[in-house]
């Protein structure tokens, strides 16, 4: 079998089986893709004929065109689990990267801004058209659930309860409820009722937030659209999307939210992914006390 149908099998593996989601699916074929062309190029070779050496070859090859760590460590995660499948569904008869072991990252823990840099960016959308009704209610959405950005542009009308003042975040096979705060309820009422009829381009539209096409919004856009803002609000800190989740929980944590609630807002499986808010918590501390103490 070819490595063009090999990569073929395995993406239609993650998407209708495993049910992983489109960002993880783009990723690995991302990821296989380049090792594909690596394989070809480099080895004038195929998948089947790879060895262990040549992976950790290819390996040292990212490290030497300035790969991150985690970038390597990912793109291994990649191929294991496709040469795993290959192998358990009786595609290739060997799994040349069983053995081999990543490089441990280095911890970094993540970028969040200060509530007086949240406040600065939520104010940035000017209200004066549709586009700035739109833009306040997804930044605010954004920081009051601390949702991920494909699940925001993933929201459904439906999915937002403004009475009961909460949104319901769906991830691949599960639901989570998340309350929204007042002024997230106000942006989101004045976008829904009087500004997003105006937008969509059909009355079967479903999406929450659509662009100026009338249709759903897409990462690449929201991306664009907080980096403008960012620009705008003349922030320095590298501002992504997920910056505003990371705030979110942190924020919680500094105010008093126990671990298991904000796990369970965030869409965390396992409490570990949790717990590094609370290191982030300790770290400002310590920075808080070193600047401010005066035998510090």
């Known amino acids: 079998m070819s490595d063009a149908a090999l990569l073929e099998k395995y993406e239609t593996y993650l998407r209708d089986e495993k049910k992983s989601s489109e960002n993880t699916v783009s990723s690995y074929m991302r990821d296989l893709k380049q090792f594909a062309s690596y394989v070809g190029t480099n080895l004038d070779s195929s998948f089947a004929e790879v060895a262990e050496s040549d992976i950790a070859n290819y390996m040292s090859w990212m490290k030497n065109a300035g790969k991150s760590t985690a970038t390597v460590s990912r793109s291994l995660a990649s191929i294991k689990g496709f040469y795993s499948h290959c192998v358990m569904s009786g595609l290739l008869a060997k799994n040349p990267a069983?053995?081999?072991?990543?490089?441990?990252?280095?911890?970094?823990?993540?970028q969040i801004l200060t509530n007086?840099?949240?406040?600065?960016?939520?104010?940035?959308?000017?209200?004066n058209d549709a586009k700035g009704y739109r833009d306040c209610a997804m930044l605010e959405t954004l920081y009051a659930t601390g949702i991920r950005v494909s699940e925001l542009i993933d929201l459904n009308v439906d999915d937002v309860n403004l009475t009961a003042g909460l949104i319901t975040c769906h991830s691949k096979d599960k639901s989570r409820a998340i309350p929204l705060y007042p002024a997230a309820i106000h942006a989101l009422t004045e976008y829904i009722r009087f500004v997003r009829p105006q937008m969509i381009?059909?009355?079967?539209?479903?999406?929450?937030?659509?662009?100026?096409?009338?249709?759903r919004m897409s990462r690449q856009g929201f991306w664009k659209l907080i980096k403008s803002y960012q620009a705008k609000a003349g922030i320095e800190k590298p501002i992504t999307p997920h910056t505003l989740r990371h705030s979110f929980a942190t924020h919680l944590l500094?105010?008093?939210?126990?671990?298991?609630?904000?796990?369970?807002?965030l869409g965390h499986a396992d409490i570990s992914s949790t717990q590094i808010y609370s290191q982030l918590v300790k770290k400002q501390l310590t920075d808080v006390y070193n600047k401010a103490h005066p035998r510090a």
């Open 116 to 127: 007086k840099e949240v406040e600065l960016l939520l104010s940035q959308p000017e209200r």
């Open 201 to 215: 381009a059909s009355e079967d539209e479903q999406s929450l937030f659509v662009n100026v096409s009338g249709e």
């Open 98 to 110: 069983a053995k081999i072991s990543p490089d441990k990252a280095a911890h970094k823990l993540p």
């Open 254 to 265: 500094e105010n008093g939210a126990d671990l298991r609630s904000i796990q369970e807002m």
